[in-house]
């Protein structure tokens, strides 16, 4: 197979085998900054300065990065709960940004999302039989409360909680249910894919393990219709668990994007080294040397120019604050955005798709 990814996913459209379910071209959303008594536009926050990548049927893409790098901002834009600035994002053969808000509507259907912190995004007025079965109501895949009331105690099996808890409310529960209440309502409806925006981070470490094995376990299922998940988390070790393919951001960009084992293998990034440095190891004698960053993230308001990594950077060049790096291929799928890598084929116009088709 060509190692060109540009020249790969032409195959694969034209054969259409693996079109992929979604597709992010050069996503920007600028939030605007406004001052005095008539908002006048003073300055841009860049939470996301052009991302791209493709997500295939039934693939897990994680997404990481400090705070504030703009991964929740990617998340809700795509699902078009905040408006983008510009880019393009194709769902399922659709045009999400064209879409008018009754077609928008039935899009929802497809596309859910899972929070971080439950409690806050469960009605605590609403039963779990409510809080799950709402959306089957209202889409009228079930016609009475009866029904809704069987899919929803189906639901819960599914997510390891009791069919019994249908008629509790949200504070009844820990965090961790809380967290399967909420991925049980975002399945109700079999989406075809689901924004996990930072799911487990709030959870005690073996909790973690056991949502992210549900989340796992609920993907493989047919009958569920074997979602797609954009795996949010600050932390690589939460991610590398569940996660095909790695995206790694920093500050509104995408700087490095792999397979999983390759970027654990051979991070090729500055930024990715420097975080992959940070997670504690079992084996002492294993631990590569911690890289530790000069300087506080710099404000997404004035990016530093060049590439926005350089106030940072351990191997920084007098190039790197001139001109923004264009995104490298240091394998078929494997790309990253960094000046270290001049020489090797550039990452075609789809951005940094890579590895999906694979
Ligand atoms: N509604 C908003 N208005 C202005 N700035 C925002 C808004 N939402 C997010 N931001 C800013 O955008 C940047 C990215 O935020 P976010 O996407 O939440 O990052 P992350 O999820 O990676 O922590 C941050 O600097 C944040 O302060
Ligand atoms: S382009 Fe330069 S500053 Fe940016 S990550 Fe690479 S070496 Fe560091
Ligand atoms: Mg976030």
């Known amino acids: 197979m060509s190692t060109n990814p540009k020249a790969v996913m032409d195959a694969v459209r034209t054969s259409g085998r693996h079109e992929p379910l979604l597709e992010v071209r050069d996503l920007k959303k600028w939030f605007p900054i406004k001052k ?3 908002g006048k536009v003073v300055g841009h926050v860049k939470a996301v300065d052009g991302v791209s990548f493709a997500l295939g049927r039934g693939e897990t893409l994680g997404l990481v990065g400090e705070s504030g790098c703009g991964k929740t901002t990617v998340g809700r834009t795509i699902l078009r709960l905040i408006d983008p600035t510009a880019g393009h994002v194709q769902f399922d053969g659709k045009s999400v940004f064209d879409l008018d808000s009754s077609h928008m509507r039935a899009l929802r259907e ?5 929070f971080q912190d439950p409690y806050s995004s469960l009605n605590p007025r609403m039963t779990v039989a409510a809080i799950v079965g709402e959306a089957l109501l209202v889409h009228g895949i079930v ?4 029904e809704a009331r069987d899919r929803v105690a189906e639901l819960l099996e599914r997510v390891g909680l009791s069919p019994k808890y249908v008629n509790r409310y949200p504070h009844e529960f820990s965090g961790g249910q809380r967290q399967r209440i909420g991925i049980a309502r975002a399945l109700a409806m ?6 996990c925006d930072e799911a487990v981070s709030a959870l005690d470490v073996s909790i973690q393990a056991q949502i992210l094995n549900i989340l796992m376990d609920l993907q493989e299922d047919e009958s569920l219709g074997r979602p797609s998940y954009l795996f949010i988390a600050h932390d690589l070790s939460v991610v590398r668990h569940i996660s095909r393919r790695i995206a790694v951001m920093y500050l509104g960009q995408i700087v490095e994007l792999s397979m999983t084992e390759e970027l654990f293998d051979q991070p090729s990034h500055p930024y990715t080294r420097a975080l992959l440095s940070a997670i504690p190891r079992p084996d002492p004698d294993d631990k590569p040397q911690r890289i530790l960053l000069e300087g506080d993230v710099p404000t ?3 990016p530093p120019s060049g590439c926005h990594f350089h106030t940072r950077c351990p191997e920084v060049m007098p190039r790197c604050s001139q001109e923004e790096p264009p995104a490298f291929l240091v394998s078929g799928t494997h790309a990253v955005q960094c000046w270290l890598y001049d020489g090797k084929a550039p990452v075609s116009e789809t951005g940094m798709t890579v590895g999906f088709e694979v």
């Open 190 to 195: 079999h989406p075809k894919f689901i924004v």
């Open 143 to 146: 016609k009475t409360k009866a």
């Open 300 to 302: 997404p308001i004035n």
């Open 110 to 114: 497809d596309m859910q999302i899972i």
């Open 36 to 38: 005095g008594l008539l």
